[in-house]
């Protein structure tokens, strides 16, 4: 079946501008991380959300990045003023928890320039 | 502390050597664990699942020892293709989210 898409793979953006990216988790699956990462560096969660609860918002890094859940399936991502320090890749992914078990899906990632 | 540490490395290792890498968590209360696989450019990938009694895939064994506070991944015989980064994943329970290592880098030399 299908895995988890993200869209746009690339995108090239000036400093100062808004981005939003899109991430479509597998259909079923009730939880959504998305991470960011920077060449070199290891996974740097930002939010997660689970079902219909809150999501944990407490890796945002600051308050120009904000995201949202429509309908428990499709994720964007938004960075608003976007900076150079926001270059990076931006992985989704997805997973349906069953007791102690987890797997979770990454989609390909989007990578994000900031001129 | 950070909630899961790793050995960053590189390890570097030749082809057919057993090579170990060690995960440490500053959560008593986790209960899952998990290692994932990420090559370079890559998203990552899950290698396997840590269970309380061990469990192997293959070349591949993963350890938990809830008193020290670790995990553990052995790949014996290495291959060229295990070049990677491994990642430790840890989850403290029910619908909480889980957390990622920064990763052990892993080379292989012919």
């Known amino acids: 079946g299908a895995g988890v898409s993200q869209s746009p793979s690339n995108k090239v953006t000036e400093k100062g501008k808004d981005v939003e990216l899109r991430c479509d988790p597998i259909s079923g699956h009730t939880a959504l991380y998305w991470y960011r990462q920077s060449l070199g560096q290891g996974l740097e969660f930002l939010i997660y959300f689970q079902g219909n609860s809150a999501p944990d918002k407490s890796g945002l890094p600051s308050d120009r990045f904000s995201a949202e859940r429509t309908g428990g399936s499709v994720s964007t991502l938004t960075i608003q003023r976007t900076q150079q320090e926001d270059s990076a890749v931006y992985l989704c992914?997805?997973?349906?928890?069953?007791?102690?078990?987890?797997?979770?899906?990454f989609g390909p990632g989007t990578r994000l320039l900031v001129l | 502390r950070k909630e899961v540490e790793q050995d960053p490395g590189p390890f570097n290792v030749p082809e057919g050597a057993t090579v170990a890498f060690n995960c440490t968590y500053s959560n008593s209360a986790s209960q899952s664990f998990f290692w994932y696989r990420q090559d370079c450019r890559k998203e990552p990938k899950l290698l396997m699942s840590v269970y309380s009694s061990g469990n192997e895939d293959g070349r591949f064994t993963a350890q938990l020892n809830r008193a020290s506070q670790y995990i553990s991944l052995l790949i014996r015989d290495s291959k060229l293709s295990d070049s990677a980064t491994y990642l430790c994943?840890?989850?403290?329970?029910?619908?909480?989210?889980?957390?990622f290592g920064t990763g052990t880098k892993l080379q292989v030399i012919p």
């Open positions: 992914a997805s997973s349906w928890t069953s007791g102690s078990q987890e797997t979770q899906y």
């Open positions: 994943v840890v989850r403290k329970g029910g619908y909480q989210k889980v957390t």
